[in-house]
């Protein structure tokens, strides 16, 4: 039996994956928590065998976690699922300790298969990465400008991108609107952009958005 922990901030996704997995003979939801320090904390003190963790959440986010949990080596296989596209995310939480990565949009056989598959100890890539490395998207794309945002730039350029309000996305992520205007400028600056509309393009152009 593989016991897994869920970490999202959504009741309603955590619910969705706890049927879903309720139905398989072999995996077990054992833990849920919607936050980064949830997370730590499981990883700690838990006996579970693989945590599915997402990556913006409010107070603590994902990536975070994920480093704490590392630096514990508690060797606890963490299968990051995500909103946010592969294209940015997948190899850089890969090589900070990531099992394996899946956009929220996956198939649920795909996210069982993964499951079982970080849960023997090995790694799991997405068909769209796979994709991505074999045709050298994922190494030219290390020379795009927006590989030079922090992780919280990165979650504000989406979220404006997206569409959403400086208050809105100050909402979201439990910043100050003072705060997301800062690291607004610093994307704008970065990417060289005069416009939210310009982010919106950019984000299309790259494939950051759909």
Not at 25 to 37: F, K, L, P, R, W
Not at 83 to 88: D, L, R, V
């Amino acid at each position: 039996m593989i016991r897994v922990a869920i970490v999202d901030d959504h009741p309603v996704v955590r619910a969705g994956l706890r049927q879903f997995l309720a139905d398989q003979t072999d995996v077990q939801v054992v833990a849920e928590g919607s936050n980064g320090h949830d997370a730590i904390d499981m990883a700690r003190g838990e006996q579970i065998d693989v945590m599915v963790l997402d990556i913006a959440m409010p107070e603590c986010s994902g990536v975070d976690a994920l480093v704490a949990i590392q630096a514990r080596n508690t060797g606890l296989p963490v299968l990051i699922l995500s909103e946010f596209s592969e294209a940015h995310y997948a190899m850089a939480l890969l090589r900070q300790g990531a099992s394996g990565y899946l956009n929220k949009r996956c198939e649920r056989d795909e996210l069982l298969l993964a499951i079982r598959t970080v849960s023997r100890g090995r790694k799991y890539i997405s068909v769209c990465v796979a994709e991505q490395l074999a045709e050298g998207w994922a190494i030219r794309g290390e020379h795009s400008p927006h590989h030079c945002l922090s992780e919280r730039e990165f979650q504000v350029f989406l979220r404006l991108a997206r569409g959403d309000t400086v208050g809105h996305t100050a909402d979201g992520m439990s910043l100050s609107v003072k705060t997301v205007s800062t690291y607004r400028a610093r994307v704008m600056e970065k990417l060289k952009l005069g416009s939210n509309s310009d982010l919106t393009y950019y984000a299309m152009k790259n494939g950051l958005i759909q």
